[in-house]
Structure formats: C-alpha cells, structure tokens
C-alpha cells in the first residue's frame, strides 16, 4: 500500500490561513432585532445553559441511526415540556419528526432546524448532537421572549439526514409550507458563512444477461459483469472531461457467482455529486448514456434506477440572512469566513439544500475540531462531545436565536432575504427538477 501524500492538504490549509488572515470581516446594512430584546435572549441562552450541554451529550450517547433517533426526540420533547412548550410528534407522517411553535403566528415565520441522526459505527461523527442542542437553545431562548416577537418561531426536529433525505420528505408532506426562512448551523472545522454542500443523487444500474456455462458454451451468454466493467470504465474516462467540482463515485453490488458461469446478472451503484443543479442534470446524463451504451455492447439489457432516496440539492445560501448570523457571531468572538476563504473543494452533500431552493435558507457551519479533522470521523466525534462541541452549542444557540429574531424584527431585512431569494431564481420544482 502507498500512503497517500498530504502535501495536498498541506497545501490547502497553508493557504487558507494566509487568506483568513486577510478576510475583510462579513458585515450586515441592516440593524436586526433591538438591543435589548438581543439581551434578554442572551440572559435566557446563559440560563439555559447546563440542560443544554446535557442534552447535546444525552443525544451523542443514544447515537440513533436515520429514522430510529426515538429517544434523541424522546430527550427534546421532554425538555420543550419542561419550559412548557408543547410539541408535536411523528410531524408530517414521519415517526421521528416533531415540531413545536412559539410567537405571533400573524406574522412571519422562521423555522430553525435540528437534526439528531448518528452515523454507523462512529456514531455522532457528524455533529449532530450539536446540531440538536444549538436549535433547541436558540428556540427556548426566543421562548423566553415570545410575548414580544413580531411573528411565529417554529422549531423542527428533522430525521435522517444521513442517508434518508428526511427534510425532503417533510418539504414534501408541506414542512415549510408557511415558513419565510429555515435556519441551521452544522459543526465544522472553521467557522464558515457559505461552505458549499454540494448536490448529490444516487442512481443504480441493472444488467441482465443470459447464463452459460463459460468454457464449454460461453457463445450462448450475454455477460452482464462485462456491461458493469464497460460502465465502469467509461465513467473513469468521463471524469477527464467534468468540471472541477463535479464528483462520482460508485461500487459493485453484484457481479456473477462463480468463474465458470457466466454472470446473467451484475449491478453498480453510484453517487454522483455537482455544485450546481444544471451540472448535476447534465452529469446524470452522461451517466444515463453510459448505462445504456455498457447494455447496447454487451447484449444485455439495463434497468437505470434513479434516486432509490431522495436526493440532495445543492445549498443556496441566502447572503443577507447569512450576513446576519456572522455579525452575531463576531460579537462572541467568532470570525466567520467565506467560501473565497474556507477551501470549497472539499465538499459533502446534505438534505438542506433541497430546503434552500424552496424558502430562503442559511446553513453556516461552526468551528468545533482543527480544520483537518474532517467529518464522518471517531476523531470528529470526539470533538462533538468535547469542550469545543459544548462551546458551539451555545454560540450555535445564541447565532441562531439571534438571526431569527433579526429576521422576525427587521423588515428591510425581510424584503432583502426575498429579493436575494428571488435573484438566485426563486422557489425551485424540487420533485420534477430532473423529470
Ligand atoms: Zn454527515
Ligand atoms: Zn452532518
């Protein structure tokens, strides 16, 4: 084995520095909530404090899997009550949803979103614990001001981000229906405004040939693991010729069952990934294509599934509403960078870009671990449960808090998130985008 070189990464994280260094701070034309409500917030969040880091380390020991997180809910909700705020379950027909509503349901409507689902086998790898605390902090903080709030904070409890799309499941049961902005902050290795998510679908491919026996009849076979191996090369020589951003990768589910039999049945998987909707649209495509050729050579025929799960949209990030939340958090002490800083190529997918194309939408990740620890790591996980990971469930909670209540307070504010909204193309055909 080769150990892979780091001079890459090396490289990379050499270079962000020396931009972070020179990153002009992210500012905001508009003035958000007032000072005193942003205070008595502020006095809540500090109050709040000890149920939840116990929360954010209750959801980290359960590490629930995508559509089993019962008891990471079972903990919310029994908190939310606890400050006497009912909530609803198994919200827009999925088991481990909920929803809770506090505010003037008169006027606008922001929604803050928080995600509990584990990883296997590394558990919170992925953060989302502190994903949990912060929006729940954020909500029982703007709860303890909810007589004074110009319009209606929903908090959402969204399941299986990982690797069940559950936000598009609940966008499509109407989760956000009546909601002006969806906000949520994900854990990082920086602290980032814009850090793309980039979008992702997921398509399988089917061959089936004719079985014979390979050495004395194999003129009588149409092999399907010949048709895989075309594919799979094709996709290699494809990748020369993508733009940068764009991404695949795949494995072999099945490939015949003994050399002397030749294989009437073999089937890939993979996930192709793009920053942009037109780019996705365009390398599926190509994939189509090279599905449907690999059959043409071979003899066999295909059966191309895509999106056995929903799949992901790119994140559009809504630039007022995102300026708001790095103000707030620069008057913690957290700098919040841009993507021109933040190196961009190294980019996942997430079910929030499919929020983002149909209400306004901000998803800044915050700082937790060193830039080179990355996601989806037991190192990652050690880090979501440690002193930084408490410390961005209450920054987290106080930037979320506060951005919403600019939102619901500002209306220069509101009129520049929708005429952002409206620039980037406004609300998006999410489920017939690729029909
Ligand atoms: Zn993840
Ligand atoms: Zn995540």
Redesign the pocket.
């Known amino acids: 084995m080769s150990a892979p070189s780091r001079h890459y990464l090396d490289t990379v994280a050499a270079l962000t520095e020396r931009k972070a260094a020179l990153a002009v701070p992210i500012s905001s034309p508009h003035t958000g909530a007032p000072a005193d409500v942003a205070g008595h917030v502020r006095a809540a969040l500090a109050r709040l404090r000890p149920e939840l880091l116990a929360l954010s380390h209750r959801i980290f020991e359960h590490a629930e899997e995508a559509f089993r997180e019962t008891n990471s809910v079972a903990d919310i909700r029994t908190l939310l009550a606890a400050h006497g705020i009912a909530s609803t379950g198994n919200a827009y027909g999925l088991a481990t949803a909920f929803e809770a509503e506090i505010g003037d349901p008169t006027g606008p409507t922001v929604a803050i979103l928080a ?1 509990y689902d584990a990883l296997p086998g590394i558990g919170h790898g ?3 614990n502190i ?1 949990a605390a912060s929006a729940v902090g954020a909500f029982l903080a703007l709860a303890a001001v909810a007589d004074q709030l110009p319009g209606r904070v929903v908090l959402l409890g969204t399941p299986a ?2 690797g069940g799309n559950g936000k598009e499941l609940l966008a499509r049961a109407g989760a956000f229906e009546l909601v002006d902005a969806a906000i949520m902050v ?2 990082f290795g920086y602290d980032a405004a814009d850090h793309p998510f980039i979008g992702r679908r997921i398509v399988r491919v089917r061959y089936t040939g004719v079985a014979a026996h390979a050495s004395a009849s194999p003129f009588m076979g149409r092999n399907a693991l010949d048709a895989v191996a075309l594919n799979y090369q094709a996709v290699g020589f494809l990748r020369q010729h993508l733009p940068p951003g764009d991404r695949i990768h795949g494995v072999v589910l099945a490939g015949g069952d003994r050399p002397n039999i030749v294989p009437a049945f073999a089937e890939l998987e993979y996930y192709l990934r793009s920053p942009a909707v037109e780019t996705l649209k365009d390398l599926s495509n190509r994939v189509e294509d090279i599905a449907r050729g690999s059959a043409l050579s071979t003899g066999t025929t295909v059966e191309v599934q895509w999106d056995p799960a929903p799949y992901s949209l790119p994140i559009r990030f809504n630039e007022p509403l995102t300026a708001r939340w790095a103000v707030r958090q620069a008057e913690l002490g957290r700098t919040v960078l841009t993507r021109a800083v933040v190196p961009s190529e190294l980019a ?1 997918s ?1 079910d929030f870009g499919n929020v983002s194309a149909r209400v306004p939408a901000i998803h800044p990740v915050i700082r937790v671990s060193p830039p080179e620890i990355s ?1 989806h790591t037991v190192e990652f996980a050690e880090y979501a449960q440690g002193p930084d990971g408490d410390a961005a469930v209450l920054d987290g909670a106080d930037g979320l808090a506060l951005t919403a209540a600019d939102f619901l307070f500002d209306g220069d504010l509101r009129q520049a998130v929708a005429a952002d909204f409206a620039a980037a193309g406004g609300v998006l055909d999410v489920e017939g985008y690729f029909s």
């Open positions: 995600e992925c953060g989302h994903i981000e990982e994900h854990p996942a997430t996601l």
